[in-house]
T-cell receptor, first 115, second 114 residues
Framework: AQSVTQLDSHVSVSEGTPVLLRCNYS??????LFWYVQHPNKGLQLLLK??????LVKGINGFEAEFKKSETSFHLTKPSAHMSDAAEYFC?????????????FGSGTRLQVQP | DTEVTQTPKHLVMGMTNKKSLKCEQH?????MYWYKQKAKKPPELMFV???????INESVPSRFSPECPNSSLLNLHLHALQPEDSALYLC?????????????FGPGTRLTVT
């Protein structure tokens, strides 16, 4: 069975400092992993995805994530936070080799960016 | 173009009303989804359509009735809703229904049931 745990419900950073949002997954097979961002009262936007090619995945808006199989982690990072990065971030897993066709969402991490 | 559109943006309805939510995509995707999202929670899957046929119903109450008239359109018909049904309703689409594929989300309809 697949599951995903976002280790922090709330992260606060200062503008211009690095961002780290942590995600651990559990998967019986080869997972596909995604990060989505949701700004207040908006839909979800795909930031990046991992599908067993390169382990370091670059996404939009300067975000990237590294797939570490030994640690079952897929943490999201950005070198320098911008005020517009303040939003809710969801780590999502989808298993390729199982019958479950739906996405499994983490509980979300709210990113606050202080001026 | 990776756009999924939803109308209306906001909807307020009484418990005896009938209303519909509409979702449209022109990416040629053959799978479309309805999600319900309560405040400060992740989206919860409600329905999946694959090639215009209902593929998954996550035990959603019958007061929610989905419809897929063609490959670009997805509707959600609402009738006799309860106040606890107030939420953000999100539509999404993917190339086909399958694990490992990213989904593209619309902006959502904010529903308030009074």
């Amino acid at each position: 069975a697949q599951s995903v745990t976002q280790l922090d419900s709330h992260v606060s950073v200062s503008e211009g400092t690095p961002v780290l949002l942590r995600c651990n997954y559990s998967s019986s097979y080869s997972p596909s992993l995604f990060w989505y961002v949701q700004h207040p009262n908006k839909g979800l936007q795909l930031l990046l995805k991992y599908t067993s090619a390169a382990t370091l995945v670059k996404g939009i808006n300067g975000f990237e994530a590294e797939f570490k199989k030994s640690e079952t982690s897929f943490h999201l990072t950005k070198p320098s936070a911008h005020m517009s990065d303040a939003a809710e971030y969801f780590c999502v897993v989808s298993e390729v080799n199982t019958g479950r066709r739906a996405l499994t969402f983490g509980s979300g991490t709210r990113l606050q960016v202080q001026p | 173009d990776t756009e999924v559109t939803q109308t209306p943006k906001h909807l307020v309805m009484g418990m005896t009303n009938k209303k519909s939510l509409k979702c449209e995509q022109h990416m040629g995707h053959r799978a479309m989804y309805w999600y319900k999202q309560k405040a400060k929670k992740p989206p919860e899957l409600m329905f999946v359509y694959s090639y215009e046929k209902l593929s998954i119903n996550e035990s959603v109450p019958s007061r929610f009735s989905p419809e897929c008239p063609n490959s670009s359109l997805l509707n959600l018909h609402l009738h006799a809703l309860q106040p606890e049904d107030s939420a953000l309703y999100l539509c999404a689409s993917s190339q086909v229904e399958g694990a490992g594929l990213e989904q593209y989300f619309g902006p959502g309809t904010r529903l308030t049931v009074t």
